[in-house]
């Protein structure tokens, strides 16, 4: 038998100091599967023992806030008695790893924690990072990963919808892999984790037990090093056919009055789901691990606790309903088994084969589990770039900008997505800055994105943070839906360093202010943190998923522009070239402060645009971020297929800059459109107008046709993956 002591502690993440708290708790040594229990409890991935202190800055209220962080996704009211159930969350080490299981049930764990809540799922998104696309790891980690979510998403048959993908050096090792989830519930039909109820049963649903994922919680809460590759067993596999008949399965029986609370086996298991369900409601639970569905023989108490298993539920059901329960289950191929009950002890009991296996006080295990504030260094702001030297023509800037894998179509990506099974979206990737799913049977509809500029958050986390969540804001207004509230998904390096620490405070100390001004609240997230590999961290990538409504889906715009119409520069615009693309690509630099972000700016310009979208003065619309605006008009003209001809004067720092609060409209009339925005004090000019033809003419009368421009831009993931 394995000697329990402080070497086994430490090889399970707990520090010396958490093990003796765990010894005065206990009030003796524990069994092994309790030191199981509290090693993944105390996790960083599970407690957030690093970043709590941190989150509790964030803005989490508004008066269309129904749940916020706490629960296992946000909801948020959507008029008519509907509400959206979303959260983004990371598979970040499982997916360098194992990349097609890691990214796969990185969107089955991100689905489950949304139809928990009583949603069904209508969208899905990721936000992905991956290293030196010259390295064959890179390419072999991409396939993966793209395989994975495609994999899962289309075979449960829940559009893929948006997403984003970039590439950096500082990702060779950990590249990031975070989905996110939408659902519609109704809003008097949410159900909750807390459990209660006294003698009643605690029922297991779904797959069965074996071996895979056990202590990958812990793995997700330790920097990787030259062994990670020994940690293939650690990562879960996942069966999208079963999650189907699971979502069917739990909608149905959501529809009765037979679930008391609900949770879904994901980090740590079943240790997480019977520990929080049961300390969240304040009562006890005891489990009886014999009756267990398992799928490999000889599993021991510890294995079952903490293996990560997909396609698991547990449940509280109302002892009186719990055989109308078995029914439905059974009836959808699913096990069902009661494996304990509800207890008035405050003790989480665990027995097998009629020993007792773990019995541990709930309350201190999640109140007492180690909150610390680690110190921090703050990053050094950087000076604000001066003259950019640099003779590059502006049309083979655009070209070999347009070309590089950060402004790369995607399109060889979002094609192995199914982004339209269930037929309600309205606008695919690459056709709108959000992607726009109805709500079926209304015309209403929800506007979705993803983004995040890691190398505006490493230059200057507070900014970045900022600019992380005004991003998605005016993705979702270029639309003319307006945005309601915000998951997050906060991957960083090694917090036990006080120069990460500090980009994570600071990060968040940006974002809560872009919450704030933007009424933006944030409803859900994760934290991510160890991203390093053998000491080298990522770049801190705080990714941000966005949602608002749009009453009117006809009313939605996209960004492909059309013959007779005036493209108009909403926005002012100073010639940021700090951190840009263009800096990166052209000059071999990355350097200089990033675009700083003026909030009220964003706000007014942001309302501005979406109220003449509703208006109907809006044709097309397109936020300007990574590239500049040089970028952005020419994804509008690919994406119509419609020649360009421009007109503004301006330099390199013009075209490619990357001032924020910033979109470009097509309109019919640029005139009545300039006179609104001067009422307004908007600040705006026209920059050119369409034409029907295939070419797009810059100021200086040099022409690019549309074909060399969708060569350029179509060609890196084709010719990478040969």
């Known amino acids: 038998m394995t000697q329990v002591n402080a070497d086994l502690a430490k090889s399970f993440g707990l520090n010396a100091e958490e093990w003796g708290k765990v010894l005065e708790i206990m009030g003796r040594e524990p069994t092994f599967t309790e030191l199981g229990i509290f090693s993944v ?83 899905n998104l990721n936000a992905l990072r991956f290293g030196d696309p010259k390295l064959p790891v890179t390419k072999r980690v991409v396939d993966g990963v793209v395989r994975g979510i495609g994999g899962y998403g289309n075979c449960v048959g829940v559009p893929t919808v948006g997403g984003e993908v970039n590439f950096h050096p500082a990702y060779n090792g950990n590249p990031l892999v975070n989905a996110m989830t939408v659902g519609i519930a109704r809003t008097d039909k949410i ?29 997700a809460s330790t920097e990787f090093d030259a062994s990670s590759e020994e940690k293939r067993p650690t990562v879960q596999v996942g069966d999208p056919f079963t999650e189907k008949l699971l979502i069917e399965a739990c909608l149905e029986l959501m529809q009765t009055d037979a679930i008391v609370a609900i949770q879904d086996m994901g980090a740590a298991g079943l240790t ?50 719990s055989e109308m329960a078995r029914a439905i289950i059974e009836k959808w191929d699913l096990d069902y088994a009661i494996i304990g009950h509800i207890t008035d002890s405050g ?18 295990l999640s109140d007492a589990a180690p909150l610390y504030r680690r110190p921090t260094a703050e990053t050094p702001k950087p000076a604000k770039l001066g003259p950019v030297e640099g003779s590059t023509p502006l ?33 695919r990737p690459a056709q709108a800055d959000a992607a726009i799913v109805r709500l079926e049977g209304t015309n209403r509809a929800l506007a ?77 997230g994760n934290v991510s943190l160890y991203n390093e590999t053998e000491g080298r961290p990522i770049l ?33 615009t100073h010639g940021e070239l700090g951190c840009s693309l263009y800096l990166r690509e052209i000059l071999g630099r990355e350097d200089g402060a990033p675009p700083p972000v003026d909030l009220d700016a964003e706000r007014r310009n942001g309302d501005f645009v979406r109220a003449q979208i509703l208006a109907g003065h809006v044709a097309a619309c397109h936020d300007i971020a990574d590239g500049g605006l040089l970028i952005a008009v020419a994804e509008m003209a690919l994406a119509g297929d419609t020649g360009v001809e421009l007109a503004a004067a301006g330099d390199a720092a013009f075209w490619f800059g990357e001032d924020q609060a910033r979109y470009v409209v097509a309109v019919r009339d640029a005139a009545a459109l300039l006179k609104a925005a001067a009422a307004a004090g908007i600040p705006a000019q026209r920059i050119g107008h369409t034409v029907n033809s295939d070419k797009l003419t810059l100021p200086n009368g040099v022409a690019i046709s549309l074909a060399q421009l969708r060569d350029a831009h179509e060609g890196f993931f084709p010719r990478w993956f040969a």
């Open 41 to 123: 409890m105390w996790s960083e991935h599970c407690s957030y023992k690093s970043s709590r202190v941190w989150l509790k800055e964030l803005p989490t209220k508004a008066p269309w806030v129904i749940h916020g962080p706490g629960e296992n996704a946000g909801v948020i009211d959507i008029g008519e008695g509907l509400a959206a159930v979303f959260k983004m969350e990371s598979h970040n080490h499982p997916s360098f790893i194992e990349p097609y299981q890691g990214a796969a049930t990185g969107v089955g764990g991100i689905l489950r924690d949304v139809f928990t809540m009583g949603a069904r799922p209508i969208a």
């Open 191 to 219: 159900f909750l984790s807390a459990a209660a109820g006294v003698g009643n049963p605690v029922v297991y649903v779904g797959s069965k037990t074996g071996r895979d994922g056990i202590h990958g919680a812990t793995m």
């Open 272 to 321: 997480s789901s019977s520990v929080e369900m049961a300390g969240k409601g304040g009562v006890g639970i005891e489990l009886v691990l014999d009756d267990v569905p398992q799928r490999e023989t000889g599993m021991s108490a510890y294995e079952m606790m903490l293996s990560e298993s997909q396609e698991r539920m547990l449940l509280v059901l109302k002892p009186e309903r």
């Open 347 to 364: 003790r989480i009991v665990v027995k097998h084969k009629g020993a007792i296996e773990a019995d541990i006080p709930l309350a201190p």
């Open 395 to 427: 049309d083979q800037a655009l070209l070999k900008l347009i070309a590089c894998p950060d402004l790369c179509s995607r399109r060889w990506i979002y094609d192995q997505y199914d982004s339209t099974v269930g037929g309600q979206t309205v606008k």
């Open 448 to 524: 979705i994105t993803t983004d995040v500029t890691p190398r505006y958050v490493v230059a200057d986390p507070e900014e970045g943070g900022k600019q992380a969540v005004a991003e998605t804001w005016r993705n979702i207004t270029a639309t003319g839906a307006l945005p309601l509230a915000i998951t997050d998904n906060m991957n960083f390096g090694n917090p036990e360093k006080p120069e990460i620490m500090g980009q994570f405070a600071s990060a968040i100390k940006g974002m809560a202010a872009a919450c704030e001004a933007l009424d933006y609240p944030v409803v859900s």
């Open 540 to 572: 801190p990538t705080p990714a941000i998923g966005g949602v608002g409504v749009i009453n009117d889906v006809s009313k939605a715009v996209g960004y492909a522009i059309a013959p007779g119409q005036e493209l108009v520069l909403v926005g002012q």
